[in-house]
């Protein structure tokens, strides 16, 4: 069955000031996961208790490319010992862009990694792997092409996919049974063209349709993201919250 969770790069601002309150917070409002985006210096048995307290699961963490490079195995051990189980390359600089035969390979090397571990790596998408050609065919075809399924798994950010001009239900088809993983978020293009995320219901992306395709594609989770955060971003939450628990009772697949 799938669940719902929040990327906590959401809330990064009360994660700063209040780590422990603000999962809480997170917990009561009835998201049933988080995605880590950092730890904010806590160590893994403080972050196992709030885990505990709370009833959240650690859905995975966002880990940047640079750093399983540098340290690897150290963030395997942190994230296997929270029970945390998808390791997630979350973005790729600009400097890093024009390389993709070599970014690949590193993918190889993660996902050998993970395995060892019993976790798995997945690739988290923006709009510029959708944008940008890699062989012949958008990037983010040829990674998943490229690296086996066995190595790494699929986290689609719908929204970004949407926002590259992209149909993210044909994402969904195409990686059904390679996808555990999708972000679901909401987005209006401003006047200059230039992407604002925004509460789920208050934007332009077909995220019911996108949900509905997502449970049944068997996505383990439905990850609630927004970038930026206009007002309060705990408002924000309760507000993409809200609008679930209406998709639900109006009929939606999710059971919340």
């Known amino acids: 069955m799938t669940k719902l969770g929040l990327q906590l790069y959401t809330v990064r601002d009360h994660l700063e000031r209040d780590f422990e309150g603000t999962l809480r917070k997170v917990a009561e409002l009835g998201y049933q996961g988080v995605e880590f985006a950092g730890f904010y210096g806590r160590t893994v048995e403080q972050v196992q208790e709030i885990l505990r307290e709370t009833g959240l699961t650690a859905i995975g963490a966002h880990t940047p490319y640079t750093r399983l490079k540098e340290a690897i195995d150290e963030e395997l051990a942190f994230n296997k010992a929270i029970g945390s189980r998808y390791i997630i390359v979350p973005y790729l600089a600009e400097e890093d862009r024009n390389r993709w035969s070599e970014i690949i390979e590193d993918l190889k090397i993660f996902g050998e990694k993970c395995k060892e571990e019993d976790l798995v790596l997945c690739y988290h998408n923006h709009d510029f792997e959708l944008t940008l050609q890699h062989d012949g065919k958008p990037v983010l075809d040829a990674i998943y092409e490229q690296v086996p399924e066995h190595l790494l798994q699929v986290e689609l950010d719908s929204c970004w996919v949407a926002f590259a001009g992209a149909n993210p239900l044909d994402y969904i088809a195409t990686y059904k049974g390679r996808l555990p993983l999708v972000h679901w978020k909401d987005v209006v293009k401003k006047a200059d063209g230039s992407p604002d995320t925004v509460e789920l219901g208050r934007g332009e992306i077909a995220i019911t349709e996108i949900g509905d395709a ?16 206009a007002g309060d971003s705990l408002t924000s939450i309760q507000t993409s919250m809200e609008w679930v628990r209406d998709y639900a009772q109006k009929g939606g697949k999710l059971h919340v």
């Open 214 to 229: 997502a449970i049944d594609a068997g996505v383990e989770w439905l990850i609630v993201e927004q970038d930026h955060c």
